[in-house]
T-cell receptor, first 113, second 109 residues
Framework: NAGVTQTPKFRILKIGQSMTLQCAQD?????MYWYRQDPGMGLKLIYYSVGAGITDKGEVPNGYNVSRSTTEDFPLRLELAAPSQTSVYFC????????????FGQGTRLTVV | DAKTTQPPSMDCAEGRAANLPCNHSTISGNEYVYWYRQIHSQGPQYIIHGLKNNETNEMASLIITEDRKSSTLILPHATLRDTAVYYC??????????FGTGTSLTVIP
């Protein structure tokens, strides 16, 4: 059981470049989340999705876009990378009903230079 | 959304119980308290959660005060592998998990 899979694990971008961080889950969870974690800080919610075709902003959505065309995948898009987006990005998923818990991927470490 | 307050760091002797406090004074009646931990820079790992009653599982115990304004995570016999950052989170009714800055627990040999 793979759980939540993030790719790539590491990436270096130049200022102004764009990229997509991939996230896939195989647990049939309807909720998915993207977080970023700056050094020494807690996780900040960027975007989340309650199901295919539905996305919403979290605490820090500026500079990012998401889409959710399938239950399994929730890619995060950076259009014009900036040094302030240097961070570790975590994807997570959960069920929406009951006392559900969120499962996290192992993260993507992104550096913008 | 309920905010949580945790001490930034704590030490615990190996083999002793680690008691990690959390304040969540603005919690609503139907919001759950979750605890996660993060070892190094890995993805956060679920530990335990609760609503009103105390909870126990194979990893830890969760004690929630009667007024639900605070809780304590108890690791009964801390090991070196329990050294991590522990996050107390209140899951809101929209099913979002908002993290604070957590408590960095160091287990000392």
């Amino acid at each position: 059981n793979a759980g939540v899979t993030q790719t790539p694990k590491f990436r270096i971008l130049k200022i102004g470049q764009s990229m997509t961080l991939q996230c896939a889950q195989d647990m049939n969870h309807n909720y998915m989340y993207w977080y970023r974690q700056d050094p020494g800080m807690g996780l900040k919610l960027i975007y989340y999705s309650v199901g295919a075709g539905i996305t919403d902003k979290g605490e820090v959505p500026n500079g990012y876009n998401v889409s959710r065309s399938t239950t399994e995948d929730f890619p995060l898009r950076l259009e014009l990378a900036a040094p302030s987006q240097t961070s570790v990005y975590f994807c997570a998923s959960s069920y929406s009903i009951g006392q559900n818990k969120a499962f996290f991927g192992q993260g993507t470490r992104l550096t913008v230079v | 959304d309920a905010k949580t307050t945790q001490p930034p760091s704590m030490d615990c002797a190996e083999g002793r119980a680690a008691n990690l406090p959390c304040n969540h004074s603005t919690i609503s009646g139907n919001e759950y308290v979750y605890w996660y931990r993060q070892i190094h820079s890995q993805g956060p790992q679920y530990i335990i959660h609760g609503l009103k009653n105390n909870e126990t599982n194979e990893m830890a115990s969760l004690i929630i005060t009667e007024d639900r304004k605070s809780s304590t995570l108890i690791l009964p016999h801390a090991t070196l592998r329990d050294t991590a950052v522990y996050y107390c989170i209140v899951r809101n009714t929209g099913n979002q998990f908002y993290f604070g800055t957590g408590t960095s627990l160091t287990v000392i040999p």
